[in-house]
């Protein structure tokens, strides 16, 4: 091994040196991460999945790995394990945070118009499409106005031979 | 002026959305302004361990429910956090104005096995307050708190006065206070 090492050169035995420990390292502390989450009820991760986690952007504390989102996990396989419900762990952690901790928020107050807005907006877009829709069908059916000395002159036009015709 | 008012609808939906979003890019960090749901309420109680070098006058142990009766100013900090650097000297000089009245705490949360930071922290701010660890943050999961630093400015019944997200200044700190000897 030293042998094939030293064939490598220096250089790129130094840096398949560093890419083992580096790979050992990972594995390592992924293996870790995974020892810990193991231990944990599926239920903590879809309870967690419902809340906000407090420090991080966009994330919910059953995705996030902040520390804060670890312990609430933790803090949730305990309130499991002494019985609570999921609205019963939801409402623990509502009764701190506010609603604001919550990914679905509760249908009430200004909450309210999350859940109705979307729904409005489909609602008025569906009207906006029929209507217009309509409109379109209305003009299709509709007899074309012409004016007959223009038919006529069409008319004309084409049963000229071609060639005939000079351009204006 | 009939295409102007076939237009209209497609103008206001457009400028209602431009004006969402131009809101929610310049209205800030929107969890600094929202309160605490303990505002008016009884903050939770809790027993936490004290930083050695205030052993000898408040014990090993500190417990709310021990400490009430007197105003309190509950400041959350990290060793890692910027601005609990920024704040710290603003704390310790109202402390040293104010410590006759009102019993100031500092609580080291959000900042696991850093103890030694913590220590290095409460000595370059010669930090004279009680200063606690929340080694497991459930003092900071228990009081809901977003971030550090957070300051909760707690009525001697123990009611929450004012909860202040970010780093407090003297002024801040006087304006609270003063409302809490109200």
Redesign the interface.
């Known amino acids: 091994m030293t042998a094939r090492l030293a064939y490598l050169g220096p250089r790129r035995a130094t840096a398949l040196a560093a890419l083992a420990s580096l790979a050992i390292t990972a594995a390592l502390s992924f293996g870790g991460a995974l020892a810990q989450e193991r231990e944990l009820d599926p239920r903590v991760f879809e309870i967690g999945r419902e809340l906000r986690c407090?420090?991080c952007v966009a994330e919910s504390v059953g995705e996030s790995n902040a520390?804060?989102a670890r312990?609430?996990r933790t803090?949730i396989q305990e309130q499991l394990d002494q019985g609570a419900s999921r609205p019963e762990v939801l409402a623990f952690?509502q009764?701190?945070?506010?609603d604001?901790?919550l990914l679905n928020p509760p249908m009430r107050g200004v909450n309210l118009l999350v859940w109705t807005l979307p729904w409005v907006v489909v609602l008025l877009s569906v009207l906006f499409v029929t209507r217009l829709l309509r409109r379109w069908r209305a003009a299709a059916d509709a007899p074309v106005r012409v004016d007959p000395e223009d038919l006529d002159r069409v008319r004309s036009e084409l049963q000229e031979p071609l060639g005939e015709r000079t351009s204006h | 002026m009939r295409r102007l008012r076939r237009l209209l609808p497609v103008v206001v939906i457009v400028a209602g959305l431009t004006s969402l979003f131009l809101f929610g890019l310049l209205r800030g960090s929107p969890?600094r302004d929202?309160p605490s749901?303990?505002l008016g309420r009884a903050v939770?109680d809790f027993e936490l361990p004290v930083y050695e070098r205030y052993a000898a006058e408040f014990g090993p142990t500190f417990s709310l429910a021990e400490a009430r009766g007197r105003p309190m100013v509950i400041n959350f900090w990290a060793s890692w956090c910027g601005p609990c650097y920024e704040e710290a000297p603003h704390l310790q000089r109202a402390w040293e104005r104010h410590g006759d009245e009102v019993l100031f705490v500092g609580i080291q949360t959000?900042d696991?096995d850093a103890r030694a930071a913590g220590r290095s922290f409460i000595d370059r701010f010669d930090l004279t307050f009680p200063n606690l660890f929340d080694g497991?943050?459930?003092v900071?999961?228990?009081?809901?708190?977003?971030?550090v630093p957070e300051t909760f400015f707690v009525h001697a019944d123990g009611t929450l006065q004012h909860k202040y997200a970010g780093p407090v200044t003297t002024s801040i700190l006087d304006e609270q206070i003063g409302a809490l000897q109200r």
């Open positions: 407090p420090t520390a804060i312990e609430m803090l952690f009764e701190r945070y506010g604001w901790i | 969890d929202i749901n303990f939770p959000q696991r497991d943050s459930r900071s999961i228990a009081y809901g708190l977003f971030g």
